[in-house]
């Protein structure tokens, strides 16, 4: 058999005119290895709208499940649920109700009706943002998180809204890494990230005042009907890890632009559905020129995107949100209980003034050993870390070159065990970039 997780459909958090579940988005599913036959497939979320796609390979593990033991397969999700099935007959094991979620505001959007509820086993993440889960690092920084907070749609499964949303989980949860499981205690290891997002949608055919900007320049309607706004925000201000794009014409001439939007570069895809025409025109206006190209405008109904696709940061730039932001955790797989969850990486400025360690998001997988430990960097902070694998206590930590956004791999040579790390940096942390493979041996 073989067993792979799937996204979600484009566009990430609007589709007019399209109904149903869209199967098979955010599916795990099983075909047969020998002749391709679809087997069985479970949807984790119908017709997702939130770019909460499955992220991480399945996880094969056999299990305890009612006492008897079970060929088993594991599903890790962006929302923190763990899904758990028979691998050889498709059987969901995990406790799962279909609940009811609000539907859309959004004109032509028809969200689907429910989504699966995991009542069992037990969500290693925060999953809705409530009013008790804002910061109170400072009372500056809880004000202005409470402010947003009450202009914004909370919930669980709230639709995309043009008042804005807040919620969990656009970077996990689990991520791209996955976990790691050890057979000898049920356990399974998996780093989650805990910050929220704030999604707000525009109609960008709406008669406002950006109106006369889109007359002025065609460039400005492909920047936010293509959906170069929601990463890159509403005036080019960039977000985090996104840069900014408020002075590419001191770096870039046209020609280099165009080509890094058909061709993109680094984290961004290549843009290559777009007409050249809008090519043309999307590149002038990213460097401040004068419009040279005529694009077609599109009809006058509501087209909804994403005009802020950020992280939900106070203004220091501090998740804001209560930590940890970032978490290590054992579930067991025998009870689906939470084992323990530890803060995984910290802000030394803020361990520096008393705060306790707060964990911060993360990339990149960890390990467990036979001899009790599991191995993880992933952290921003640019540590290597090793904890112990039944208490989640940290025994040892060193600080690497460049951050390690990968998973560890353990060996052996003459009897000697090593474990490496692949330390490059940069991606979505946004950190110092290089070329390092650290390995150390294990005493």
Partial sequence: MVYFATGQPKNDFYRPGKEGSQLYGNCIVALNANTGQHAWHYQVIHRDLWDLDLPC???????????????????????????????????????????????????????????????????????????????????????????????????????????GVIYYGIHGGAEWSGGAYDPTTGNLYVNANELAWHITMIDINAKEKSAEAFAQHPGRRVYLEKGCVGCHGSERQGNGGIPALTSLSKKYKKPDVVQIVKNGRGAMPAFSQISEDEVQALAEFLLDMESQTAVKQSNQKPVYRAMNYTKFLDKENYPATKAPWGTLNAINLHTGELVWKKPLGEYPELTAKGIPVTGRENFGGCIVTKGGLVFIAATGDEKFRAFDKDTGELLWETTLPFGGYATPSTYVVHGKQYVVIAATGGGKLGTKTGDAYVAFALE
């Fill in 57 to 163: 390979a399945p996880i094969l593990a056999d299990f305890n499940y009612k006492g008897k033991p079970v060929p088993g397969v594991v599903q890790l999700t962006k929302t923190g649920n763990v899904f758990l099935f028979n691998r050889l007959t498709g059987e969901l094991l995990s406790d799962v109700e279909e609940r009811s979620v609000p539907p859309s505001t959004l004109l032509d959007e028809q969200a689907y009706p429910t989504q699966p509820y995991v009542r069992w086993p037990q969500p290693f993440s925060k999953q809705v943002v409530t009013r008790n889960d804002l910061t109170d690092r400072t009372p500056e920084a809880h004000a202005d998180a409470l402010a947003r907070f009450e202009k914004a749609d909370t919930g669980w499964y709230v639709p995309p809204t043009q008042k």
